[in-house]
């Protein structure tokens, strides 16, 4: 799933290639992705013409700015991809919608699940989960008063806190793993276990870790944003191999489904008692 750290390098290389292009044809492989939300762009032929005026990141979704007031707004969640390709250059399987650029260039939405979605609007309020996302876990607002102030009114385990979006936006599972481990915290320790130092070593952490890794990316990915480098974490996806840290084996549990890893010995805990 492309996480904070992804999405803000892939915006920086779409805003350097694509702002000040027009959209000379918008074609739908597959509609299932597709969600128009206002009356005003029920059809993708009606931004076809338009030209590409901004681009930015807010939590994880891309937002495409085009004339007046259209906006396009990418989520790719779990396996959703964005790809640069020249127009003539053949289309992938699983490709849901590729915007053909008057450069000779197509931006293709490219999904192994079809779980992403690709909505058109004239009212960013109408997009599902982005009105409601918490701060971006980087601005510059999100100072450690405010942030510990938002922690209070979340109870839950704090992974959980993390990726649901709420208290901070931008978060997901992989770089949840990368920050907890940092902050030496278990994954499924309640939020209200946690004493104030803790919570300060969580917000420094995060800091750290989404920064880090935003450097790291910029300069692995380079223009391949359809790329996911995800070997310079230090637990996610690590089961089994010796923590980086201590050298204990990282563990694994799957928690909804979903693998959460981290070391026994750098973050203690139990998953009965949190």
């Known amino acids: 799933?492309?996480?904070?750290?992804?999405?803000?390098?892939?915006?920086?290389?779409?805003?350097?290639?694509?702002?000040?292009?027009?959209?000379?044809?918008?074609?739908?492989?597959?509609?299932?992705?597709?969600?128009?939300?206002?009356?005003?762009?029920?059809?993708?032929?009606?931004?076809?013409?338009?030209?590409?005026?901004?681009?930015?990141?807010?939590?994880?979704?891309?937002?495409?700015?085009?004339?007046?007031?259209?906006?396009?707004?990418?989520?790719?969640m779990l396996a959703g991809r964005l790809r640069l390709s020249p127009t003539h250059e053949r289309v992938l399987k699983r490709t849901y919608v590729s915007f053909t650029l008057a450069n000779g260039y197509d931006l293709r939405y490219h999904d192994a699940k079809g779980m992403g979605k690709i909505y058109l609007t004239d009212d960013l309020g109408l997009v599902p989960g982005l009105a409601d996302a918490g701060p971006d876990a980087l601005d510059p607002a999100l100072t450690l008063d405010v942030f510990l102030e938002r922690l209070k009114h979340h109870r839950g385990e704090i992974k959980g806190v993390l990726t649901r979006g709420r208290c901070v936006a931008g978060i997901g599972n992989a770089y949840a793993d990368e920050i907890l481990f940092r902050a030496g915290i278990y994954p499924l320790r309640k939020r209200t276990s946690l004493s104030r130092e803790e919570q300060v070593a969580l917000y420094t952490a995060m800091r750290e870790i989404l920064t880090e890794a935003i450097l790291a990316l910029t300069e692995r990915v380079g223009e391949n944003i359809h790329i996911e480098v995800r070997d310079l974490l230090s637990v996610h996806n690590k089961k089994g191999e010796p923590c980086p840290r201590c050298g204990q084996t990282i563990s694994e549990i799957k928690v909804a489904r979903r693998a959460t890893n981290f070391c026994r010995r750098c973050q203690p805990g139990s998953m009965f008692r949190g």
């Open 1 to 76: 799933m492309p996480e904070l750290p992804d999405l803000e390098v892939i915006a920086a290389v779409l805003r350097r290639r694509l702002v000040g292009q027009r959209i000379a044809r918008v074609t739908v492989l597959r509609p299932l992705v597709l969600r128009p939300l206002s009356g005003a762009y029920t059809d993708p032929s009606t931004i076809e013409g338009m030209t590409i005026r901004g681009i930015d990141r807010r939590a994880k979704f891309l937002l495409f700015t085009l004339d007046g007031d259209a906006r396009v707004v990418i989520n790719c």
